[in-house]
């Protein structure tokens, strides 16, 4: 069974910094392109980032600004997301999202996790 | 970077509607899109991809339809438990990019 959990969320101040990770199981995690994507309180999905299978293709948000960084390790079927000089804007559950196809780079997504909640508050 | 509009943002129908949302892209995607649904508290489920294929074990009652820049999901027979939220996304290019979501209520 495919099971991806996200962990590293909570309370940060605006222009702290936030480690996101994803656990991956259940599928050859080093085969698969794998996606943060985002929801603010009561509004709809943003794409934030996506990874290739070997981390060689990484593309992010326009509006992230270079404040994000995606990473993966294969060795330990782990994603991540590092968050640097955090806005209350960024405030949102933070999902953990497998592309459906081996290989590809930008599929649909077939499988997420529950999701991190993030909190940018003074 | 494609926009990707969908509508109507909301709906109110009766289990046994048709019922159609619509999402038109900036510019041409093929038909590199998918359909998600989203109920409250959970994270989006996959019910279409490719614009016209089901996503396995999604009931055949939801299907999707179009190419180039107009899609449609269709939900042949409304059911109860097809409340929710529903998005499209397109994958043609980077940047992904949803639709801003179409909030389906049973009344």
């Known amino acids: 069974e495919v099971q991806l959990v996200e962990s590293g969320g909570g309370p940060v101040k605006p222009g702290g910094s936030l480690r996101l990770s994803c656990a991956a199981s259940g599928f050859t995690f080093r085969t698969y392109t794998m996606n943060w994507v985002r929801q603010a309180p009561g509004k709809g999905l943003e794409w934030v980032a996506s990874?290739?299978?070997?981390?060689?293709?990484?593309s992010y948000a326009d509006s992230l600004k270079g404040r994000f960084t995606i990473s993966r390790d294969n060795a330990k079927n782990s994603l991540s997301l590092q968050m640097n000089s955090l806005r209350a804007e960024d405030t949102a559950v933070y999902y953990c999202?497998?592309?459906?196809?081996?290989?590809?780079?930008?599929?649909?997504?077939?499988?997420w996790g529950q999701g991190t909640l993030v909190t940018v508050s003074a | 970077d494609i926009q990707v509009t969908q509508s109507p943002s909301a709906l109110s129908a009766s289990v046994g509607d048709r019922v159609t949302i619509t999402c038109r892209a900036s510019q041409s995607i093929s038909n590199w899109l998918a359909w998600y649904q989203q109920k409250p508290g959970k994270a989006p489920k996959l019910l279409i991809y490719?614009?016209?294929s089901l996503e396995s074990g999604v009931p055949s009652r939801f299907s999707g339809s179009g190419s180039g820049t107009e899609f449609a999901l269709t939900i042949s027979s409304l059911q109860p438990d097809d409340f929710g939220t529903y998005y499209c996304?397109?994958?043609?290019?980077?940047?992904?990019?949803f639709g801003q979501g179409t909030r389906l209520e049973i009344k």
């Open positions: 490719k614009a016209s």
């Open positions: 999202a497998r592309v459906a196809v081996e290989m590809a780079i930008n599929r649909e997504v077939d499988y």
């Open positions: 990874i290739s299978s070997e981390g060689r293709y990484i």
């Open positions: 996304q397109q994958y043609d290019r980077f940047p992904l990019t």
